[in-house]
């Protein structure tokens, strides 16, 4: 069995082929993520297209690409309305056309945050275009998260983040728990934690739950068999998050 | 091992017919929704119950998913005035909200696992003014 970000984006494949999106215009949204670069995100969207299709990129101007795609495999590159691009059709074997389709894709990807949405089902993929795997490494983009670190690692990494404004930190694995740090925010901290393990499977392992207090922000990760808490100043609550976010799911 | 991924995911459960909330909460429930950019779906729910009182995107939502949110929102939300708490895993991002005025419940929106923090909380808050407005309309 693979890592659970593996697991969910496979997941989404499968869900994007077997029904319709909830949303009216069954668009996602695309951004830098953690570490991960705008073009590796844009490029790792792309690369879920297995079934021959027509996806419309907008950007955080209203420009628009047209991509035709199918079996992970990028086959034409269309301006839509704003857009400058040159209509290509992508040759694995053309080196500079590749390059520079990189190049246009990056500068596309980079007025994002991109939202993409399906046009059209159709045609049919052989093996022409350029697989966007090929593409990543051309670029030596990633685009499978990494793996999550260890609740050490973790908590070590949050504090070399935020020095400033985390407060307190707690750690519970089988019954036993340890932690430190200004004493209001560590009892917040415990009383949160004990309060989550009455309630029954509510929040299992690989969840990250934050919740807002009038003196402190808080932060719970379940991860690697460990609670790990982490209290911070009200105002950095959003930034703890977003660290232990990217963590939990491979892109710190 | 991945038992967190059905059950925080808030993904469609497919075949699984379920009736809808009362037309009222629907329309409310839509409105929070469309109010909310980003997010996939929305559930009204009775946190000290621990009931899913109603949920806006058809297909529903697993139920179990959303069960597990009920059981942790009473301690994520407690003491929380007008904040919003987020729940995270790898399938999905999960923001909860008290409805003022409305004691012991909340609205849950679900958005994709990496939304920003400060975005997912903004998005609640927008969703749960938009279902206030939509009670008296």
């Known amino acids: 069995m693979g890592r659970p970000q593996e697991i969910a984006a496979l997941d989404r494949a499968l869900a994007a082929l077997a029904a319709p999106a909830v949303r009216p215009d069954g668009a ?57 691009i040159t209509p290509c059709a992508p040759d694995a074997a053309d080196e500079a056309g590749l390059d520079r389709l990189c190049d246009c894709l990056a500068d596309f990807a980079a007025g994002g945050p991109l939202r993409i949405a399906p046009e059209a089902l159709a045609g049919t993929s052989g093996r022409r275009g350029v697989a966007v795997a090929d593409l990543a490494a051309r670029r030596g983009e990633i685009l499978a998260p990494g793996p999550v670190p260890e609740p050490a690692a973790m908590l070590e990494h949050a504090f070399a983040a935020h020095p400033e404004t985390l407060l307190a930190w707690l750690a519970v694995e089988g019954g036993a728990s340890d932690g430190d740090g200004d004493p209001a925010a560590l009892a917040d901290l415990d009383a949160l ?60 | 091992m991945t038992q967190g991924l059905a059950s925080i995911a808030g993904r469609p459960a497919s075949g699984r017919p379920r009736s809808g909330p009362p037309p009222a909460l629907a329309r409310r429930l839509d409105a929070a929704l469309g109010a909310a950019p980003g997010a996939d779906a929305c559930a009204y729910l009775d946190v000290g119950a621990g009931l899913v009182l109603g949920t806006s995107a058809d297909p529903a939502l697993p139920q179990e998913a959303l069960d597990g949110l009920c059981r942790a929102a009473g301690p994520l939300l407690d003491g929380a005035e007008g904040e919003a708490a987020l729940v995270v895993s790898a399938a999905g991002l999960a923001a909860l909200l008290a409805v003022p005025g409305e004691a012991g419940t909340a609205l849950c929106l679900l958005l994709a696992p990496e939304t920003p923090p400060a975005e997912a909380r903004a998005a609640a808050r927008a969703a749960v003014a938009a279902m206030l407005s939509a009670k008296g309309a």
């Open chain 1, 28 to 84: 996602r949204v695309v951004r830098p993520f953690g570490n991960r670069s705008a073009l590796a995100s844009l490029l790792a969207a792309l690369d879920e297209a297995v079934m021959p299709q027509t996806l419309r990129l907008t950007d955080a101007r209203g420009a628009t690409l047209k991509l035709d795609l199918a079996n992970r495999r990028l086959l034409a590159v269309r301006p839509g309305p704003g857009a400058t």
């Open chain 1, 193 to 252: 934690a004990a309060a989550l393990a009455a309630c029954p499977a509510a929040l299992p392992e690989g969840t990250l739950a934050t919740a807002p207090r009038p003196d402190h922000a808080l932060a719970l990760l379940y991860s690697g068999g460990v609670t790990l808490g982490i209290a911070a100043l009200p105002e950095a609550g959003d930034a703890l998050a977003a660290t232990l976010q990217q963590m939990l799911l491979g892109w710190a």
